[in-house]
Structures are given as structure tokens and as C-alpha cells.
């Protein structure tokens, strides 16, 4: 009867570390996945940004990312976008989208980083 009961407390015991070490598999997984999306979407960010404000790839609208993609670590590739709206005629916001694969909510989430470009004048 002992025997019995230390097999069960053995057993409960190692299903708890075994659950526990897969939710940190998953956790470590998914941030991998939002670094690599974070640093693809600033890589995009600094692409953007050389272009002058006034040119067509910074022109007031939504677009996909051309000629790039992001490939997490699951098996999709994913596609890109980003919004440029205009608060002023020398001021533009831009929002940098990217999905990543969510292994712990088993699904995807989407990152967005926003920034500011601003048109001065120098003398």
C-alpha cells in the first residue's frame, strides 16, 4: 500500500516538472519568435526611413512589406504591412506590423511598432 502511494506521488510529481518544463519549451519559443518579429519590424522601420518623407513609399496609406518576408520558427512565412498617416505637412506617423506564431496562446499575434518621421529645415 506504501509502495502504492509513493508511485502516485512520484507520478503526480513528475507530470507536474514534465507540464512545467513544456510551458517554458513553449514561453522560451514564443519569445524568440517576438525578438525575431521585433528586430524585422525595426530592420523595415530604418528601410522606410531613408526614403524622404515626401516619396511614394511613405505616401498616406496602408501597404504590405515588399520583397521581404519574416519566417518564425513555426513553418509560415509571413508578410508584413505598415500604415502611414499624416499629422501635419512635415510630420508622419508610421506603424510597422508583423504576426508571429504564439505558441503559448496556440495561435498568432501580431506586433506593431509606431514611430515618428518629421520633415525639418535647416538654414
Given at each position: 500500500m506504501e509502495t502504492t502511494l509513493a508511485m502516485l506521488v512520484l507520478g503526480v510529481a513528475l507530470g507536474a516538472c514534465i507540464l512545467s518544463f513544456s510551458m517554458a519549451m513553449r514561453t522560451v519559443s514564443t519569445a524568440g519568435n517576438q525578438m525575431?518579429?521585433?528586430?524585422?519590424m525595426r530592420s523595415e522601420?530604418?528601410?522606410?526611413r531613408t526614403n524622404g518623407i515626401y516619396t511614394?513609399?511613405?505616401?498616406?496609406?496602408?501597404?504590405l512589406w515588399t520583397n521581404r518576408t519574416f519566417t518564425g520558427s513555426g513553418t509560415l512565412t509571413f508578410?508584413?504591412?505598415y500604415t502611414v498617416t499624416s499629422l501635419g505637412t512635415n510630420t508622419k506617423n508610421l506603424s510597422v506590423s508583423l504576426p508571429y506564431r504564439n505558441f503559448i496562446r496556440y495561435g498568432y499575434t501580431t506586433n506593431t511598432l509606431s514611430t515618428l518621421i518629421v520633415s525639418t529645415l535647416h538654414p
Open positions: 525575431a518579429a521585433v528586430h524585422a522601420v530604418e528601410i522606410l511614394a513609399p511613405l505616401k498616406v496609406g496602408s501597404y508578410i508584413g504591412s
